[in-house]
C-alpha cells in the first residue's frame, strides 16, 4: 500500500498506471470504521486499483470545535486499510490542499443544498463541494464510492459532477449499522456510554416511522416521530423530514410515482447524528 500526502507524488504515481486502469476512488475524514471499509471493499471489486483520501476538510465544519474535536486516528486507519488491500492512501495537510486560503467555492446545487443539512450546516456543502471536486482533479477516478449515510450529500455529489461535466460515476452504497441498529460513525466515538446504550432507538423509529407511513399521511408521521423525540430523555430532534429522494423537497401529498426518504438529525447531548431511511 503505498500513501501519498503531496499532490505532485500521488499524480504521478496516478500518471505511471498502465493505460485504461480503472480507479475506484472512496473519499474519507479517516476514523475509518466497517461502514467506510464495506465502501472500500466494493471500489476493490469493481476496479482494478483503490484509492482512499483521509483528510479533515477544514471547509466543511460550521463549528470550529466540531473540526478541533473529530476523531483523528491516522496509525489504527493505516493498518485497517491495509487488511482490506487498498493499493493508495492520500493523506494531505490542509496546507497542501487550501495553501494560505481555507475558503470554499460557492456551488449552485439546484436547491439540493438549502434542504436538511443545509439550514442547519451554514457553508457545509460548498466546503463538500469544493474538497470532493479538488480531489476528483488530483485522483481521477473511474468511479467514486459515497454512503447512503449522507444521503444529501450524495446527490449533491452527483450534481456536482452533472453539472461540471466530470468523467467520474458515483456509486451509492448502502448504510452499514451495528448489530443494533445505530448507523456507523466516526462520531459514535465520542458518544458516553448512556448515549451510546440508547442510540438504537434513533434507527427502532425510522423504521416505525416507515411502516407508518405505508397508511399514515406523511404530517402524522412527522408529528409521531417529533412526540417520540420530544418523550426520550436523552436525544434532542433536531430535524425529521419526508423528502423526495432525487429533489430533496420536503414531500406534500403522497404520490405513488415518487420515491420518498425520511431524514433526521439528532443530538445525543453536543455529538449531532444523521440517519436516513428508503420510504
Ligand atoms: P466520512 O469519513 O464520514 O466523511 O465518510 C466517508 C464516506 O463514508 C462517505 O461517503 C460516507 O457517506 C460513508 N459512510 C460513513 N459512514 C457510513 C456508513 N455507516 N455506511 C455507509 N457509508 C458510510
Redesign the pocket.
Known sequence: MLVFAKIKSIQQKIKELPKGTSIGF??????LHK??L??IERAKRENDIVVVSIFVNPTQFDKQEDLINYPKTIDSDLSLLKSVFCDIVFTPTAQEIYANSIVSTSFNFDGLEHQMEGKFRTGHFDGVGTIVKKLFEIVTPTKA??????FQ??QIIKKMVEKNHLHVKIIP?????EEDGL????RNTRLTNEHRSAAPFIYKTLKEAKIKFGTENALDVIQWVENEFKKHPLFELEYFEIADEDTLLTIKNKNKQQKYRAFLAVFAGNIRLIDNISL
Open positions: 472512496v473519499p474519507t475524514m479517516g476514523a461502514g467506510h464495506s465502501l464510492y459515497f454512503g447512503e449515510k449522507d450529500q450524495l452504497c448502502d448504510i452499514f449499522r448507523a456507523m460513525s466516526s
